[in-house]
């Protein structure tokens, strides 16, 4: 026997949290679990920022030659105007007279809205497939910009693309699980556990370290990767509200990791088999992350059906062509009340006439466009609403939606852009359709003056609130799912006969 | 210094074990034979408050083991019929571990060198792999673990079952060291030749009641194994 006089019951218990996740690490270390894992995570990580990235520059790509084509067509105008201005042009057609305020209106100087992108948008893609990252602007009335959403391969919406929010939301559960599935009942078939456990040391301290220390090798090296590939990539993520967004994904990703290993606490505490847990935890998977989101689709479909686009976008044809018939009579009343107006005329009479008949068209057509498009607008402004409770039963939706809005690619973001540019459309008819029905030829200053849009981001707070209420949603059943598991821990089966 | 009172276990209508009173004091060694199912191990586990008694109480040097768990673990060192250690990692760092799980801090290697070698294990196997030790060996580093705790209880669940004779013998002699330095130990074995070698009191379990105990020194060993297995298999001696 040992000539030391300490025993087990005078010494302190100062260092068990240490000693158990040294084990931990030692075991990891001793199967490579630590390299292989992190190897997973950086081959993960760099490929869906890899696809995040080309996404973005695709889209960037995109606006950039929706810009060029934009200014290449108003210095062709402003060419023509100034040459007309010379004597050295004269216009073919009404469509071709760069004075027209009419087609320049309506199609020459149409211009691009464009929603820039945040400084994460390549972590998540988001609904950045279907709603496209700028609108071509006129004096057309709404539904030509308002319905254009992205032509995108339908293969690649089935299977959504692999962002980074797509493998923390979807995949690193799973890795999660596999850690994590017999926590402690591999201890038990193993026998360790009651080696561990005839020693004065609580159940639940020996879980919590393996939590711990398993928590943070899946978190650690994803935290650093991110970080890293961000800055590789060019995100500007010390720009502008960036540092929020990066602080709001952290916090949302601990959240969403711890969320899950709570999960495995409370399978592991109910004292099944190793692979009772696995099946377990697989099936809750399948329920959180698969089924869950589906039937709430669903049923958020079937509650609030949204018109058929096909359908919508003919009925809208035919509200536009019984809108031109009804302008041809109206142009011609228009035209006897305000007869002295053709003496000022900038155009030619024939043309006046004919663009005062178009804007009465888009004019009359634009309030029963509103009340077709307001069905559209208000199914799914309560599909929306009524999403924003059902996420709370999913932690994938509502880690999904949150991860959206802080790379700036989530729905709320496409509204409040969609609002913006319904704004600027009104604003871009005004100034045309008045010159139209005052006959008023454009001039180049005109042209220098045509209205601009500029996208107004939201308060920080539009990151701030979601955020916050998606780590409520992650954090809540978190903390009940470890307080069960830390109340239901000392009655664990310690051994398979017991 | 292990005392168990009326202690009844019952998983549901199987009665593992009926009233037990049962007293081990310190510098005592008291075996528990047993046929399987008899109830042996369902009392050492009831002491390790691995399982919670139906009825009846449990204590280790006076402390209950159900209302005190904790405290009553400072007090037991316990060795099972397999001793299970971590495979990948060495005999030493076992050793280290679940020693620092029952003392709270760690010891000097060189101190659990020592322990290791006192339980008989070759100083060149301690820092090999568990994954390649022999059972005996794997038993010596689960007894080295028992001394390092340096408790006044020791629990042994069949602990010499499958050690070849030298490491029984060897086994055997820690235990008179132990009992010398007034350990209380209660271990339960199916050997009636360790019994009557090393224990002070016999008891013979049948169907979760303790049938009869002795001295030791009050019965021959073919008088034991006789009792034994009459009360144990209902058959008498040949």
Redesign the interface.
Known sequence: MSASTVTAADMPRQSLFREAISLERRLFRAERLVLLITVILLAAVAYALFNGAAWRDRQGSLLASAQLEEATRLDEQRDKLTKMNAGSFTPTSSFQNPRNPLWVGLRHAATYAALPATPLAITAIGQSDLNPPYVLVSADSRETFALNEEIENPGNLLAGRFDLAFFVVFLLPLVIVTLSYNLLSAEREQGTLAMAASNPVRLALLLWAKLSYRAAVVLVPLVVFVLAGLLLLGAPIFEADGPVRIGGWLLLVTAYVGFWFAVTAAVTVLGRGSAHNALMLVSIWIVLVLVLPTVGSVAVNLSFPVPSRAEMINSLREVKTDSARTADAGAAKYALEHETDRNGGAVSDKDFEAARKRVLSVQLAAEQIASTMAVYDRQIARQRSTIAWLRFLSPAVLMQDALNTIAGTGDERYADFSVQVDAFHQQWQQYFNARVLANEPLTLRDYDAFPRFVYRPGSVSTVIGPLASALIGLLLPMLLLFAYAIRRIERYPITDRA | MLQATDLTKRYGDHLALNSLNLKVEPGEIFCLLGGNGAGK?TTI?LF?N??QPTSGQVSVNGIDVVAQP??A??????I?E?????G??SGI?NLE??T????????PRA?LL??LV?AGLAPDAAPRRVAGYSKGMRQKV?IA?A??????AL?LDEPTSGLDPQAANEFARLLE??KA?GVAILMTTHDLFLAKQTGTRVGIMQRGVLAATFDTDTVGHAELERIYLDLSYGKKAA
């Open positions: 191990t586990n390790l691995f399982i904790l405290e673990k400072r007090h037991i060192a316990y099972p397999t001793v299970m250690l971590y990948s990692l760092e571990y679940f620092t799980l029952a003392l709270g801090q760690k010891r101190e020592d322990l006192q689960g673990i001394m390092a705790k340096n408790t006044k629990l060291q132990m330095r």
